[in-house]
C-alpha cells in the first residue's frame, strides 16, 4: 500500500504529480531538465528530501541532453526552491561526479537509496520515543511524498504501529497548499492509521486541553545550532508544545543538515504567489484589491527542540553541533 513519489527508468523521470492527490493519482513523465525544474517550481513534487532526489535525476536528464553543463544545469534546479538544503545536496552529489567524467546516473542512484535508507534508519530510531504517546500531532506533509520512501515525521509513527503501538495522527491541514489534508491524510488513510484532519489553527486549542502527547514534523534546513526551518505554522506549534510540555520532535535525514550555517537567522525562506493564499481551491476568496504574503516557511529557534530524530538516533539541540562536527571528520 505504500506509495512512491518518483522513480527513474530508461531516460525518464516519473514523478506522482501531488497537485493532484489525493483526487487522481497522475504520474508525469519528464526527460528533460527544465522539465524537472519547473515540476519542482510548481510543486508537482515536493518536501525536501523528495525535491532533492528529484534534482539529482534533473542533472541526469541534463547530462544525456548533452547542451548544459554541469554548473548551469545545477543553477537552474537548486533556484527553483531555495529553502530546502536537501536539493542543493542532491544536485550537488551528481554535479561533481559529472563534472570530473563519472557517471551522473549512479550517482543519482546512490542519492536516492541513501535517502530511502536514512528514512527507514530515522523511523526505527524515532519509534521508540512514539511508545507513550498515543496522540501524534504532525504540520504538513513529511511522508513517503515528501521523501520518496517512509517519510521523515511519519517514518517513526509507521515503525512504531508495526511493532504494535496504538497510534492516532492530528493532522494539520496545512494553508495555503493543503499537503496535511490532501498528502499526510491520504497516506495515512492508505495504511489505516487512525488520525484526524484539524485546521491550522485548532493544533494549539488541542494542545492545551491535554488531547496531544507528541509534536513530531519534518525540516527543510537545519543550522549548526539547530534553529530550523519547515512549513509556515511550525513556529507556532513549536511554542504552544512547549507552553504545554509537549515533547516536539524533528525529524531529517543528513541532507537536510547544513552544518556551515550557525544558526538559522540567515536561513533563506521562500516567498510563494500571494494568489494561494488569496483563493481557495482555485476560486477567489479575498477582495479582488486584497494584497497578501505568503511565505512558505518559518524558522524555529532550537530550544523549542526536545530532540532531533536523525538516522544514527536522538540527538539533543545542545549536542547537535558536536554529532554535526563528528559527521564531518572521517
Ligand atoms: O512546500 P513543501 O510542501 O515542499 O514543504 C514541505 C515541508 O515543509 C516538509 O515538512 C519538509 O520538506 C520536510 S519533508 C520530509
Not at 127 to 133: D, G, I, K, N, T
Not at 297 to 302: C, G, I, L, M, R
Amino acid at each position: 500500500m505504500r506509495v512512491r513519489a518518483l522513480w527513474y527508468r530508461d531516460g525518464v523521470l516519473h514523478l506522482v504529480d501531488q497537485r493532484e492527490l489525493p483526487q487522481r493519482m497522475v504520474v508525469r513523465r519528464l526527460r528533460h531538465v527544465r522539465e524537472v525544474a519547473e515540476a519542482i517550481r510548481t510543486m508537482v513534487v515536493r518536501g525536501a528530501p523528495a525535491i532533492g532526489v528529484a534534482g539529482a535525476y534533473g542533472m541526469v536528464l541534463a547530462e544525456r541532453e548533452g547542451s548544459f553543463s554541469p554548473d548551469r544545469a545545477a543553477k537552474l534546479l537548486v533556484a527553483t526552491r531555495p529553502t530546502a538544503h536537501d536539493l542543493a545536496v542532491g544536485v550537488e552529489t551528481v554535479r561533481v561526479p559529472w563534472a570530473m567524467g563519472g557517471n551522473p546516473l549512479a550517482a543519482a542512484d546512490r542519492f536516492r537509496r541513501r535517502i530511502v535508507e536514512e528514512c527507514h534508519q530515522i523511523g526505527v530510531a524515532g519509534a521508540p520515543l512514539l511508545l507513550h504517546a498515543h496522540r501524534v500531532l504532525t504540520h504538513c506533509n513529511a511522508g513517503a511524498l515528501a521523501t520518496v520512501e517512509w517519510g521523515t515525521a511519519l517514518a517513526p509513527i509507521r515503525v512504531a504501529r508495526a511493532r504494535g503501538a496504538d497510534l492516532f495522527v492530528w493532522v494539520d491541514e496545512t494553508r495555503p497548499l493543503l499537503q496535511g489534508s490532501r498528502l499526510t491524510a491520504w497516506e495515512l488513510a492508505r495504511e489505516g492509521v487512525p488520525h484526524a484532519v484539524i485546521v491550522d489553527n485548532a493544533a494549539g486549542a488541542f494542545m492545551r486541553s491535554g488531547q496531544v502527547d507528541a509534536v513530531i514534523v519534518g525540516a527543510d534546513r537545519i543550522a549548526r545550532n539547530g534553529d530550523f526551518a519547515n512549513k509556515i505554522g511550525t513556529y507556532e506549534k513549536a511554542v504552544v508544545a512547549r507552553e504545554n510540555r509537549i515533547p516536539f520532535y524533528v525529524a531529517a535525514p543528513w541532507s537536510t543538515f547544513e552544518p556551515g550555517r550557525a544558526n538559522g537567522r540567515s536561513i533563506p525562506v521562500e516567498e510563494r504567489d500571494p494568489e494561494e493564499v488569496l483563493s481557495w481551491a482555485g476560486h477567489r476568496v479575498a477582495p479582488r484589491t486584497s494584497p497578501a504574503r505568503n511565505p512558505a516557511f518559518d524558522v524555529t529557534p532550537s530550544r523549542y527542540v526536545t530532540a532531533f530524530i536523525t538516522p544514527s538516533g536522538a540527538v539533543a539541540p545542545g549536542k547537535l553541533a558536536s554529532v554535526l562536527a563528528r559527521r564531518a571528520t572521517p
